[in-house]
């Protein structure tokens, strides 16, 4: 069983630019999450997909924006990149439905640095 | 809105010693509770985990135990291991469709042999 894996590791990108970050969910699970992490921060929600319908988000603009795709793999894109958004990105999965607080297990994420 | 609070770190044990890390949640309803631990370079990984009040939680010599009196949450080891140096989060999520984990800040904690 393959867990959580995010691409890629670390980026570097210029402010202004756009940015897309991948994710594979865990085998069997049909949600996913993405969370902002800055340096020395707790993850902060930014938008949840179930069955490729986004069914939750946080407090982000709307140049945070996200797909899920038919094997429930996922991206998170950032256009109009700014300083602010560098930070680690995690990707976490989990089975959706009706099991509501049922373990998300996370990737280790994606390094952005915004310069 | 929901949230959780952390005590303040880094804390710095030696080998052996007694831990307690400190959290405190406010939230409307019953939510679950989590506390995750991330290691150097990695992502976060379920420590232990209670779902409503007066559970108990346990992993690797790890507990904690859902208050809901004192809407709290404390994290809990007997002798801490240099290899428990880690960053703990705490945190909370409703049990609602569409919602996700709300954390703590995150302690860091430091073990010396």
């Known amino acids: 069983e393959t867990g959580v894996t995010q691409s890629p590791t670390h980026l570097i990108k210029t402010r202004g630019q756009q940015v897309t970050l991948r994710c594979s969910s865990q085998s069997g699970h049909n949600t996913v999450s993405w969370y902002q992490q800055a340096l020395g921060q707790g993850p902060q929600f930014i938008f949840q997909y179930y069955r490729e319908e986004e069914n939750g988000r946080g407090n982000f603009p709307p140049r945070f924006s996200g797909l899920q795709f038919p094997n429930y793999s996922s991206e998170l894109n950032v256009n109009a990149l700014e300083l602010d958004d560098s930070a680690l990105y995690l990707c976490?999965?989990?089975?959706?439905?009706?099991?509501?607080?049922?373990?998300?297990?996370f990737g280790q994420g994606t390094r952005l640095t915004v310069v | 809105g929901d949230s959780v609070t952390q005590m303040e770190g880094p804390v710095t044990l030696s080998e052996e010693a007694f831990l307690t890390i400190n959290c405190t949640y406010t939230?409307?309803?019953?939510?679950?509770l989590f506390w995750y631990v991330q290691y150097p370079g990695e992502g976060l990984q379920l420590l232990l985990k209670?779902?409503?009040?007066?559970d108990k939680g346990s992993n690797k010599g790890f507990e904690a135990t859902y208050r809901k009196e004192t809407t709290s949450f404390h994290l809990e080891k007997g002798s801490v291991q240099v290899s428990d140096s880690a960053v703990y989060f705490c945190?909370?999520?409703?049990?609602?469709?569409?919602?996700?984990?709300?954390f703590g800040k995150g302690t860091t904690l430091s073990v010396s042999s």
């Open positions: 209670a779902t409503k009040a007066d």
């Open positions: 939230a409307t309803g019953y939510p679950s």
């Open positions: 945190a909370l999520t409703r049990n609602q469709a569409g919602t996700a984990l709300i």
């Open positions: 976490a999965s989990r089975p959706g439905g009706r099991q509501l607080n049922t373990e998300a297990f």
